[in-house]
T-cell receptor, first 113, second 116 residues
Framework: NAGVTQTPKFRILKIGQSMTLQCTQD?????MYWYRQDPGMGLKLIYY???????DKGEVPNGYNVSRSTTEDFPLRLELAAPSQTSVYFC????????????FGEGSRLTVL | AQKITQTQPGMFVQEKEAVTLDCTYD???????LFWYKQPSSGEMIFLIY??????QNATEGRYSLNFQKARKSANLVISASQLGDSAMYFC?????????????FGTGTRLTIIP
């Protein structure tokens, strides 16, 4: 049971480059999320999705885009990378269950130089 | 706006002692859920325990218990008989309302270090 899988685990970008962080889950969860975690800080919500074809902004969406064409996949696109986007990115998912706990991927460490 | 506050940036505790990690929250919604997550140095997020606002009893999961004081809006995590493997960052999080909105808001975390 793979759970939530994120790729890549590490990436270094130059300012102005673009990239996509991939996220896929095999638990048939409707809800998926992208969070970022800056050093010594908690997690901040970037974008989320309540189902295929539906996405919405979180607290810190600027500089990012998402799509949700299937239940399984929720890629995060960074356009024109900036040093402020240096962070660890977590993808998470949940189903409509008793507690709604989030299941997290292992994280993707992105550095923009 | 909902807010989660963790006032202890770091704590040092002797092995085998109990430890309480503080968490207070701010919401006017009567329906919400509270979560604790552990993040070891390897970086993954591990779910520990959940408390719903309508739950009558404090949640327990093995050595973890949640001291839920609704009137004071606090949801402290208690770890009994601490172990070296408990050294990690701990995050409190809230979901509001309880149903229909699955987003979690996280606190800034507490770094717990267990001393042998």
């Amino acid at each position: 049971n793979a759970g939530v899988t994120q790729t890549p685990k590490f990436r270094i970008l130059k300012i102005g480059q673009s990239m996509t962080l991939q996220c896929t889950q095999d638990m048939n969860h409707n809800y998926m999320y992208w969070y970022r975690q800056d050093p010594g800080m908690g997690l901040k919500l970037i974008y989320y999705s309540v189902g295929a074809g539906i996405t919405d902004k979180g607290e810190v969406p600027n500089g990012y885009n998402v799509s949700r064409s299937t239940t399984e996949d929720f890629p995060l696109r960074l356009e024109l990378a900036a040093p402020s986007q240096t962070s660890v990115y977590f993808c998470a998912s949940t189903g409509r269950g008793n507690t709604g706990e989030l299941f997290f991927g292992e994280g993707s460490r992105l550095t923009v130089l | 706006a909902q807010k989660i506050t963790q006032t202890q940036p770091g704590m040092f505790v002797q092995e085998k002692e109990a430890v309480t990690l503080d968490c207070t929250y701010d919401t006017s919604d009567p329906s919400y859920g509270l979560f604790w997550y552990k993040q070891p140095s390897s970086g993954e997020m591990i779910f520990l325990i959940y408390q719903g606002s309508y739950d009558q009893q404090n949640a327990t999961e093995g050595r973890y218990s949640l001291n839920f004081q609704k009137a004071r809006k606090s949801a402290n995590l208690v770890i009994s008989a601490s172990q070296l493997g408990d050294s990690a960052m701990y995050f409190c999080a809230m979901r509001r309302p309880l149903f229909g909105n699955e987003k979690l808001t996280f606190g800034t975390g507490t770094r717990l270090t267990i001393i042998p």
